[in-house]
Structures are given as C-alpha cells and as structure tokens.
C-alpha cells in the first residue's frame, strides 16, 4: 500500500478541511513546548500498546518490529531533547504518529488503533507522573540526609521556643531540626501512598466508552508496570486531571512544610535575632547600600512554595466545573503539573544548600534563653509536690513578675525532653531508611521499563 507522506497533517485531519489558522495557533498553546517532557513516557506507552495490538492481531511481529524500532529510536531522541514536535503538529503524540508513518508507512497508521489521543495522553501524563514523583521523592530523602547530619551537629544547641512570636519554653536547635525532620519524613510516606493511587493504567477506554475490537488493557497494565487498569472507561477518563491534582495538593503540602523552615530562617537570620546567619556565597548584594547582606535564597524559596498554592488552585478550577468525559479544557491541566514539579525541584535544591549552609551563634542563643522560658518547669515541680496546677501556675506567674525564679535550678529539666528529642530522631532515621528502600527499588523497576517495552 502506497502511502501519501504529509509531515505537517494533523492527527485529525481529514481530507478537503480547512483549518483557520488563527483558530489553530490558538487551540494548540503551549503544548508543543510542554510536551517535549513527555517523548520518552509516549514512547514507552506507545510501545506496550503495539506489544497489545500484536497480541490482538491488529499488527504483523514485522509491523510490531518496525514500531518498536522506531519508538525507541525517538525515546532516544526524546531523551537528550533532540526530538522536535512542529507546531502544525499540534503535540507530541502526533509528532511520533507521523514519524512512524513517514518511516514505515502502513505499520504508523495502524498504531493508534484502540486509542483516542485522550487515553494516549493520559498514559503519557501518569507515565510521567509517576517518574517525576519518584524522582522528588529520592531528592525529598536526599534532603532528609542533609537534616540529619546538621542535628547531629546541633541537636544540643538551645533555642527559645515562640509561640504567638513570644518567647514560651526553652527548646534546641535539634528540636526544631527534629520537627522538620519527621515532617518531610510523613512527606515522602504520603508521596509513596499517592504512587499507589497513580497505580492504575487509564489506557484502554479509548474515547471513554470502550473498544469494539478485541483489547487487553490488563496486558498493557502489566507491561508497564501498573498494579491494575480502569475497569470503566468512563471512570479513567473523569480521572485526567484529578490524579493530577492529587499530586499538586502533596506538592503543595510539601512545600507548606518548607516555608515554614524558611520562615524561621528568615527570622533567626536578622541582626534583631542574630541566632544564625547564611554564608556570603549564599546571600546577595543591595545595589545601593554597601554593607547589605540580603537572604535571596530563603526569599525566593518562600515565594516558590507560595506558587505551588496557585497552581493547585488553577488546575483544580479547571477540572472542577467539567461535566463526564473528555473535554478541550483538560488540554489546561499540563501546565501547572509540569510548573509546580520544576519550582518542587528548585525548592528542594534551595533547602539543601540553605541548611547545608546556615550557622548558629551560641552565644546570642544562650543570652535569649531568659528567666521566663522556665516558668512552665517552676509549675511542673509544684505538681509534682502534689500542688494542684492552677495554683502552682499562679504562684509561679508571681515569681515571675517579683524576679525569684530561679533558672540555673530549672535547666536541667529540659534534659528529659531533650533525651526523647533525641530518640524520636534516631527511631525516625529508621523509618526513612525503610522508605529509601521502597523508593530505590520502584526506581529500579522504573528504570528497566524501556529495555522491556522496547526489546
């Protein structure tokens, strides 16, 4: 069969159609941008599906072969950046069609049998997620690495502690170090648990009502490494966008975490607190003011996980007002995803070198614990005396005011706590470990993918 080469066709094109080409600029967007980050998971899921469309009887073994020859040849090119998507083409999902056609004629066109470009994106899109996620995760722990060698440094270090910005009770440096340390740690154990939801393969609905051809989407499922695979068409279609928004709500509660590290940073980091102070190779110069030191760095990482906030929020306002099934809008959904997955990278890479970096000034820590921090300890040794709480917190709120406490009598009660802050890290560090493992090893089977879809 001779097959007529037209390398700027649209997937949709039929014969005799005009397109306004204004229309046309418009629809397409941004996506032959966004989706030069999906070549290799459009490739890989191209793949199995030729490996499900052999199985079927719809391809030849010599139509599977060129295909998976040619798909990983573009996975190559897609790897390094070098595969280009022409924006006549509209996205990468054509660009590969169009390719393979143009290389081996009748075998290209029988590619997208079984799909609609839909279910062939939302493949790609939970492909990709599903590396990404990991791949923030790995750096997640990376960064857990990082906290760990700095309370070890520092796990003993006082610090006031604040509440309503006043100071409370006496804390440490490793206390505070402790409490961000268990929160990435529920990070990364909520970041495993969103895999487990990403675990479906929506491929198989095509345009969201089944196929009339024989399929075998759990074949598919399988080559790729999904747990399972939608059983309602319907149902894997209503899910683009959503599982999406699942992991910009587990960004955006990881960088909630952050901010508040920076925050404190920020806070200790100024000449009124002087507890701690970033190098010079990690701040900047004023343009006018000569002795200026600014904490860019903790800024603009502050800003980042504000952003994360405004991309859960437009990519939930586009898939929330959407009726069943597939609509334009979804198209929408990339954006953000991509977005807040790239300033997810930045932030982790900023908390690295700000807490690699930062320093603490002992001395000005000692001078803040004052007199007051220890009231709470004076009530606590009335109880345990037998004297009821409220009257011993009324007696101590006296001292405090007549100057009587005694805070060289009261500093040792915060060894026991600092001993339990102690053991939570080391029993935390045990639980990372495990988790490390988890995520060393889906990033190995992840990393195999492509030698079995293609080979």
Known sequence: MKIKRQRSRRLWAKSGEVTDEVMQRLTVGEDPILDSALVVHDCVGSAAHARMLAKCGHLSKPELRKLLIGLRKIFKLGKIGKFNIPA??????TAIETRLVSQFGEAGLRIHTARSRNDQVMLAMRLFLRTELLNRLASTLELLDIVQVKFQALKDVPLPGYTHMQPAMPSSVGMWLHALYEE???I????LSLLEDLDVSPLGGAAGFGVSIKTDPAFVANILKFKQHYRSPIQANNSR???ELHALQWITTAGAVMEKFVWDMLLYCSREFGFFALPNKLTTGSSIMPQKRNPDLLELTRSRCARLRGYETE???????LPTSYHRDLQLTKRPVMQALKDFSEILEMMKLSLKGFTVNRKRLEAAMHTDLYATYDAYRQVKLGQPFREAYRVVAKRVVDGTLDPKALQRDFAPIQKLVVSGMREANREVKKLAVRVAERQRTLAKLPDTVFN
């Open 88 to 93: 006549a083409l509209e996205d990468v999902h």
């Open 184 to 186: 990435l740690l529920v």
């Open 315 to 321: 990519l939930a306002w586009i898939i929330g007002k």
């Open 188 to 191: 990364v154990q909520r970041g």
């Open 241 to 243: 966008g959503r599982e």
